[in-house]
């Protein structure tokens, strides 16, 4: 079946670095996704990896790509508060059914803390 | 462009009254979708459509009825609402295709069900 799974909640100081983890159960997913939401507002893309990928930087963000294990984790350097949102992880199985599926997980609510 | 608005941001219904939603882009999308969020659950998908005058189930679409006569609008209607139904929901659009495209979202719209 198609599942994401993530942490809940992150707590992380200012300036440190915040690792959020993601699992996913379908092999056949061709991207992977980490979404933004902020407050009161709608998700945004923050970047995204293709399976045959294995890491993407792009600025403060690494997202790493371990497909044996199924697992996608999102990095954030020098996190500020302006980086507190939701971050949703999100898979595109291949067998979609005709249609741009995307799998969101529960979400990770990170707080940045000074 | 305004990209993906949502009408209206906030309602609070009676069990048992009926509401349309109102979704619109200015992106030329072919594909648009409709999600709720509930705590602690990533967002489901209720219905999409894949072009004008066509519309499909998505995993949690009972209860709900859509319509697309227009290809900037995608219309969600609750006939006889219930408390279950308190949600925020969301709707997307993106370019067609099976996996890799971008969805963008709207502000999203809670309604509450009493």
């Known amino acids: 079946g198609e599942d994401v799974e993530q942490s809940l909640f992150l707590s992380v100081r200012e300036g440190d670095s915040s690792v959020i983890n993601c699992t996913y159960t379908?092999?056949?997913?061709?991207?992977l996704y980490w979404y933004k939401q902020e407050p009161g507002a709608g998700l945004q893309l923050l970047t995204y990896?293709?399976?045959?990928?294995d890491m993407k930087q792009d600025q403060r963000l690494t997202v790493l790509l371990n497909k044996k294990d199924k697992h996608l984790s999102l990095r954030i350097a020098d996190t500020q508060t302006g980086d507190s949102a939701i971050y949703f992880c999100?898979?595109?199985?291949?067998?979609?059914?005709?249609?741009?599926?995307?799998?969101f997980g529960a979400g990770t609510r990170l707080a940045v803390h000074p | 462009n305004a990209g993906v608005t949502q009408t209206p941001k906030f309602r609070v219904l009676k069990t048992g009254q009926s509401m349309t939603l109102l979704c619109a882009q200015d992106?030329?999308?072919?594909?648009m979708y409709w999600y709720r969020q509930d705590p602690g659950m990533g967002l489901r998908l209720i219905h999409y459509?894949?072009?004008?005058?066509?519309?499909a189930k998505g995993e949690v679409p009972d209860g709900y009825n859509v319509s697309r006569l227009k290809k900037q609008n995608f219309l969600l209607g609750l006939e006889s609402a219930a408390p279950s139904q308190t949600s925020v929901y969301f709707c997307?659009?993106?370019?067609?295709?099976?996996?890799?495209?971008?969805?963008?979202f709207g502000p999203g719209t809670r309604l509450t069900v009493t």
């Open positions: 997307a659009s993106s370019y067609p295709g099976l996996a890799g495209y971008e969805q963008y």
């Open positions: 379908d092999s056949s997913s061709t991207y």
């Open positions: 990896i293709f399976s045959n990928m």
């Open positions: 999100a898979e595109s199985p291949v067998l979609s059914g005709g249609y741009n599926k995307l799998i």
């Open positions: 992106m030329n999308h072919e594909y």
């Open positions: 459509s894949v072009g004008e005058g066509t519309t």
